[in-house]
């Protein structure tokens, strides 16, 4: 009885464990909309203020991985290493801390889902 | 019959997959080409009695004037460095002069850390650089860095000259050699970066210039007219 007890706890472990580690963040489903209601106002070309001033357009997968004029904003696998990461969660200090035209800064839920998307490989899923 | 179906399947699969490769390959390999007008003259990185002694020359196709504005915008120091993983510009020191501090993840294939360092950043009269660490503020005992900036033909001439001394642990021999091998590769990364972002930072002006230039005629010609026209009246 005590072992079956002991393999039923095991697999429920095993279980929660396998389901943690298989949840990955969607591009789609989780990023889009966060770069949606936040970035793209600024960063869609041709008019963005963001656009112009550093050519990063958020519009399409393809063009967030290219980053901006200077470089990528996305090192994938690498959130502490990736500028998008780095501005949103104001690492490079307030002043450049992105959004820079509205009030509020990104959500906690919305920096951590960025943070978890680059951290897995910034994959288009 | 089947086998060998399935055989040229994988075959095709390997060939379509290696095309796609090449082509990625092709397309990594186009990226770069901007970054190789630098032309790296000496890049020596030494270690002895815990000091890192750097002397990085090149030769940048970009003019010194545009150099000497990114090394200034600390603000977007995080754009030429791939270590930088925090920045900010502090209030300036009580003699007035300009403190960055920055977070700095050092990794190697021995061990991987975070260091934190606080520079005051000055811009001499000779238009050079001088970076130098308050040891209070960081994690290093001691450093300084120079950035000699002249001009050559179209581009500038630069030599960077640096010491640090850490002020936390590396693993003798082999972590010496990663920490050497890893500020070799950064700043490799490093003058590749300031040189495009100085070049890209100089042809959008000199084509603000031409614009400027062109639309010149246009706007000249508004106020006389318009002086022309009140005059009239």
Do not use: G, V, W, Y
């Given at each position: 009885m005590k072992r079956q007890q002991f393999l039923c706890i095991n697999a429920v472990h095993i279980l929660l464990i396998s389901s943690c580690a298989t949840q990955q963040v969607s591009y789609q489903d989780d990023v889009v909309p966060i770069l949606e209601s936040r970035c793209i106002k600024c960063h869609a070309s041709p008019d963005g203020i963001g656009y112009k001033a550093t050519g990063l357009e958020m519009d399409s997968y393809e063009s967030l991985m290219q980053g901006t004029v200077y470089g990528p904003v996305i090192v994938a696998g690498d959130s502490r290493r990736s500028i998008l990461n780095m501005l949103v969660e104001g690492r490079a200090g307030k002043l450049q801390q992105m959004p820079h035209y509205e009030d509020e800064a990104l959500s906690s839920e919305q920096i951590e889902t960025l943070k978890n998307w680059v951290n897995e490989g910034a994959v288009n899923n | 019959m089947e086998m060998s179906r399935s055989r040229w399947l994988q075959l095709h699969r390997l060939i379509s997959n290696t095309r796609l490769t090449l082509v990625a390959l092709f397309i990594t390999l186009l990226q770069p080409l901007y970054a190789l007008a630098f032309d790296f003259i000496d890049a020596d990185v030494t270690e002895e009695n815990g000091i890192f002694r750097i002397k990085v020359s090149a030769v940048i196709a970009a003019p010194p004037d545009y150099i000497r504005y990114v090394l200034a915008d600390s603000a977007h120091i995080y754009r030429i460095s791939p270590s930088i993983i925090e920045s900010e510009v502090l209030p300036a020191s009580s003699t007035g002069e300009k403190q960055v501090r920055t977070r700095l993840l050092s990794c190697t294939s021995v061990f991987c850390r975070e260091v934190e360092r606080v520079d005051i950043v000055r811009m001499l009269n000779s238009g050079d650089f001088e970076a130098e660490i308050i040891p209070a503020l960081s994690e290093f005992k001691s450093g300084k860095a120079t950035w000699n900036i002249t001009p050559m033909d179209d581009g500038s001439y630069i030599v960077y000259e640096a010491y640090l001394e850490p002020d936390f642990f590396i693993p003798p021999v082999v972590g010496t050699q990663a920490v050497i091998q890893n500020l070799r590769d950064e700043f490799t990364t490093t003058f590749?970066?300031?040189?495009?972002?100085?070049?890209?930072?100089?042809?959008?002006?000199?084509?603000?210039?031409?614009?400027?230039?062109?639309?010149?005629?246009?706007?000249?010609?508004?106020?006389?007219?318009?002086?022309?026209?009140?005059?009239?009246?």
């Open positions: - | 590749i970066r300031i040189e495009r972002i100085a070049s890209i930072n100089s042809e959008r002006d000199r084509n603000t210039e031409q614009l400027l230039s062109d639309a010149a005629p246009k706007t000249l010609k508004a106020p006389c007219e318009q002086n022309a026209s009140a005059s009239l009246q």
